[in-house]
C-alpha cells in the first residue's frame, strides 16, 4: 500500500511538500523499484510529474521543472515532491506510484 500525505491549500507562489510512504512494502523491494509523482484534475487524464530512478536519476514534466525536487528515502520507504512557486496549474490530486502499484491521492489546491 501507498500512503499519500501532506496535500493542502497553498496560495500562487507557495510552496509545498508531499510525501508518499511504503510502510508495508519490503524495503529491497521499495529500493528496486521507480518511484513516481502523477496529478490528475477533474475531465482531465492523469498526467506524470515527476520520476525517481533507483539509480538516482529523476526525469520531470517540463510544467514543474526547474519548480519541483523529487526526492527518496530508501530507508524509510518514502518518495517526497517538493514543490516552490506554486501556480493555481499545480492543483489537482497528487498520486504516488511504485513500480505500477499506486496509491491513493492527496489533494493540492494552489488558490490565485
Known amino acids: 500500500q501507498l500512503q499519500a500525505s501532506g496535500g493542502g491549500l497553498v496560495q500562487s507562489g507557495g510552496s509545498l511538500r508531499i510525501s508518499c510512504a511504503a510502510p508495508?512494502?519490503?524495503?529491497?523491494?521499495?529500493?528496486?523499484?521507480?518511484m513516481a509523482w502523477y496529478r490528475q484534475t477533474e475531465g482531465k487524464q492523469r498526467e506524470f510529474v515527476a520520476s525517481s530512478a533507483t539509480g538516482g536519476n529523476t526525469d520531470y514534466a517540463d510544467s514543474v521543472k526547474g519548480r519541483s525536487t523529487i526526492s527518496r528515502d530508501n530507508a524509510k520507504k518514502t518518495v517526497y515532491l517538493y514543490m516552490n512557486n506554486l501556480k493555481p496549474e499545480d492543483t489537482g490530486t497528487y498520486f504516488c506510484a511504485m513500480g505500477r502499484n499506486w496509491g491513493q491521492g492527496t489533494q493540492v489546491t494552489v488558490s490565485s
Open positions: 508495508r512494502t519490503i524495503t529491497s523491494v521499495f529500493n528496486s523499484n521507480r
